[in-house]
């Protein structure tokens, strides 16, 4: 906690505030209750168990099952009733686990404020603020709660969540004094006094609720959705074909019902949806583990696929922790700083403290504070208060405080770019040459460098623009913001990994140019600044965008500018910020990455990303989780149409050739293999570990889909290598064997090519040899589970009648594994033709 005198400075109070005390704070929650706003809570569980009975898998169960109980098949009937039973329980599994994962990334958004409590500032979650709390709101925040303001300095606020216009609102005590919650702090300060909280909000009257996080249907899904739909249609016209041609040999309609329901079962592929919806989820709960929470769930299917990723200089290349290194004054030159100050350099510092924050938030503005509270007393800022307050504004960009000291001076000091108090400070040409040199020469150390200056007004009348002011130039100030330890070695993994980084930065050219020389960022010869960005003509400044990657002096309009026309490009564009000027750039980017210990909650707030930890080695490493959580989505999807392309031609081709047992299959037999295949697309191959050389691979096309016809082609080969093993297994047997002991034969090769499939698949490029060392203990308790279940269904009397099994002898079973294993095992020839053209895999 910290003492709100520095508040009440800064807002000209005489009396301090206090705020409430504990127990009126737990009286006025017993009154007004929590700040919650209510939403209609659904039954999840119910909603689940609605949309389960809804999927068309269960539906063919139910009415199967229901079929087989009115002819009298009383044990298929059962056995199909406790299908549906574990269907549904591992459905709902799925479900609970993607629920719990959001659930926990809620947790970790929660918003938080800071107030007055017991004469102490704190900070707390939004939820408990009650009524009359002092809430603090600062440049950069939202509004936790509705209040009237009880003081404010140059406040003003966005209120488009309320009224849908964007530009701010200034806000002030005695008059326009009236915030809401959700709205969005854009300049200065204000403490409030909170009026409303919860549902009596005028956010909650109005209806709109914003949720950060939410499991919305993604580009992705709605491609999949797209392909089951089109599986569903082709599967009710083999439905229908089938049906036909076995009522038109047997004449019995339920008979030939069940074994048309059995070959519908066989085509829907209603495990990719479960499967996308676990990958994504469980994805960002990774992701939130590693330090990274997602805020948007598209965001976990875009990351993998980033092609450029625009850098802010200060907090992320560098540890926004500033030092004054040097000091200049047009009296004493340059100094190394030290805490020895002449009476010019007394002169500059006490300068730069009227123009500060009094309650700084900015590095630079907290080391100057520092550098003043060094200077021998007395201390100017005892009893003075703020009259007025020119914004951070132009370009290159400035700002002016007006001060009323204590015996009744008034104080007009400005600070900023250095460029910008040259321009409006009265200057000889000798004075402005040696500034102009001394400025360079910081910046060429890597120093930031601010100008101050100061005017002397002694009205109350003031100019509309503080560069009206005629100010006397007092010198500059040279900040060092070392880079961070780490940056190199990210970079270097960017790099790696394809992705190209841009640098965009409000600061000076020459200190931005130092610096990236220092952390070894590629290409910072060339360069742009703001200004000239903004004169470019459309084929210019796409043609720049590509070829630059050092971006200076740039504001918000400028940023934004950037980030379109790389996204025009075709680039997947990443980019980072932490400030209330990086909002709309990080919106509009395809991830919009914010920091998060010392981020605005404006720039929070418009991100899709947020680092916890403020370090971008993260960022990093989440690229390589994005790709990874998509190569082994990739591989599940893949997996899931190979096997599905053998049990529906099994069940179809041999009724429609009229092989002698052209019914080998039940809907029995189709359910066990659907119980296999859940769980391992959806369990084992999610938790598949990166791949080796993952951040080595050219980034993905943001357009590229799992149904591309590359893919589809290597699965559909699969899928047909399998059933070639299948049918010639089928074939021979049938003219051999009786129909138990053909079926149990032909059952045993498809269930050993899913064995071997997954084995195989857990790689698109690296051999069986490499994978079988992964660590994923999965794989190899659904394989075991697999083979026992196997053995208990054949050799077991009651299962092996049920499933009308005969058991055959070691050599036809081994010859059925043999088949199984080589109608797969040619993949492994395929990866090592692969290996030989591409020295690493593609995504």
Not at 127 to 137: F, Q, R, S, T
Not at 462 to 487: E, M, R, V, W
Not at 797 to 813: D, K
Request: aromatic share 8%; net charge neutral.
């Amino acid at each position: 906690m910290e003492s709100p005198g520095s508040y009440n400075m800064l807002i000209g109070e005489t009396e301090a505030i206090s705020g409430l005390n504990s127990n009126q704070v737990l009286e006025a929650r017993r009154v007004h209750g929590s700040n919650i706003i209510s939403v209609k809570k659904q039954n999840r569980l119910w909603l689940a168990v609605i949309s389960l009975i809804r999927e068309p898998m269960v539906l063919l169960l139910l009415i199967t099952s229901l079929i087989y109980f009115l002819t009298g098949n009383y044990n298929d009937g059962f056995f199909l009733g406790v299908s549906v039973l574990l269907v549904s329980a591992i459905s709902l599994l799925q479900d609970a686990r993607s629920r719990d994962a959001l659930e926990k990334l809620k947790q970790y958004t929660k918003p938080r404020c800071k107030v007055i409590r017991n004469g102490k500032t704190q900070w707390i979650d939004a939820m408990d603020l009650v009524v009359g709390d002092c809430l603090i709101i600062e440049e950069g925040s939202s509004v936790a709660a509705d209040g009237i303001i009880i003081n404010a300095n140059d406040f003003s606020v966005n209120e488009a969540i309320l009224t849908g216009e964007s530009f701010p609102v200034t806000k002030h005590a005695g008059g326009n004094d009236e915030v809401y919650q959700g709205t969005l702090a854009v300049s200065g300060m204000a403490v409030i006094s909170v009026t409303a909280i919860g549902d009596r909000t005028k956010l909650a009257d109005i209806g709109k609720i914003v949720e950060d996080i939410t499991a919305e249907t993604t580009p992705l899904e709605l491609q999949i959705n797209a392909f089951v739909k089109k599986m569903v249609y082709a599967g009710a016209t083999m439905f229908l074909i089938v049906w036909l041609l076995n009522y038109q040999r047997s004449h019995n309609f339920p008979d030939s019902l069940v074994k048309a329901l059995a070959l519908a079962m066989s085509i829907l592929p209603e495990e990719i949806p479960v499967a996308v919806t676990t990958f994504m989820a469980l994805g960002a709960w990774r992701l939130m583990k590693a330090g990274i929470v997602v805020k948007q769930m598209k965001t976990v299917e875009t990351l993998g696929s980033a092609t450029v990723i625009c850098l802010d200089k200060t907090g992320t290349i560098t540890e926004n922790r500033m030092v004054i290194a040097e000091l200049y004054t047009p009296h004493s030159g340059s100094q190394v700083y030290t805490d020895s100050f002449s009476a010019s350099e007394v002169s500059l510092l006490t300068a730069a403290m009227w123009a500060s924050e009094q309650a700084p938030f900015d590095p630079m503005e907290k080391a100057i504070h520092q550098a003043y509270s060094k200077l021998t007393p007395p201390d100017e800022r005892t009893g003075s208060r703020m009259i007025h307050e020119y914004p951070l504004s132009g370009i290159p960009p400035m700002m002016t405080h007006i001060f009323l000291k204590a015996n009744g001076e008034q104080v007009v000091a400005a600070k900023g770019a250095p460029e910008a108090l040259f321009a409006c400070s009265v200057l000889t040409a000798d004075e402005r040459r040696l500034a102009d040199n001394a400025m360079h020469e910081m910046a060429a150390k890597g120093y930031r460098v601010l100008g101050v200056g100061i005017a002397e007004y002694d009205d109350t009348d003031f100019p509309s623009a503080q560069q009206d002011f005629h100010f006397t130039f007092k010198g500059l100030i040279a900040f060092y913001d070392p880079p961070k330890a780490n940056i190199g070695k990210v970079l270097e993994r960017f790099y790696k990994a394809g992705i190209r980084v841009k640098l965009i930065t409000g600061d000076n050219t020459a200190t931005t140019i130092e610096i990236a020389r220092q952390v070894g960022f590629r290409g910072y010869a060339d360069h742009i600044t703001g200004e000239e960005l903004m004169q470019l003509t459309a084929g210019q400044l796409s043609a720049v965008v590509q070829n630059v990657n050092v971006f200076t002096r740039m504001f918000p309009d400028a940023k934004l500018k950037v980030i379109n026309a790389l996204k025009s490009r075709g680039n997947v564009v990443a980019m980072t910020g932490d400030g209330v000027n990086d909002a709309p750039a990080l919106k509009a980017a395809h991830i919009g990455i914010a920091m998060g210990k010392k981020g605005t909650e404006v720039a929070r707030e418009a991100a899709a990303l947020i680092l916890l930890e403020d370090d971008l080695s993260s960022m990093a490493n989440a690229v390589a989780m994005g790709r990874k959580i998509y190569t082994n989505l990739k591989k599940a999807i893949g997996y899931i149409l190979s096997i599905h392309i053998p049990i529906i031609l099994t069940v179809f081709f041999p009724l429609v050739l009229g092989w002698k047992y052209p019914n080998i299959f039940t809907p029995v037999h189709i359910v066990f293999l659907e119980l296999i295949m859940g769980p391992t697309c959806s369990v084992v191959y999610e938790n598949e570990p990166m791949e080796p050389n993952m951040l080595e691979q050219v980034p993905r096309g943001f357009s590229d889909t799992f149904f591309n016809w590359p893919e589809l082609t290597r699965s559909i080969i699969q899928g047909l290598a399998i059933t070639a093993g299948t049918l010639m297994v089928y074939h021979y047997a049938q003219n051999i064997y009786s129909l138990q002991v053909t079926r149990t034969i032909v059952f045993i090769t498809i269930v050993s090519a899913n064995i071997f499939l997954t084995l195989v698949n857990r790689s698109f490029y690296y051999s069986l040899l490499n994978t079988i060392q992964y660590p994923n203990r999965l794989v190899w308790y659904i394989v075991v589970v697999t083979i026992i279940l196997c053995v208990l269904l054949i050799r077991v009397q009651l299962l092996a009648g049920l499933f009308g099994f005969a058991s055959p002898g070691l050599a036809s079973i081994l010859g059925a594994i043999a088949a199984g294993m080589i109608s797969v095992a040619w993949f492994e020839v395929w990866k090592w033709q692969i290996r030989k053209v591409k020295s690493v895999p593609n995504q």
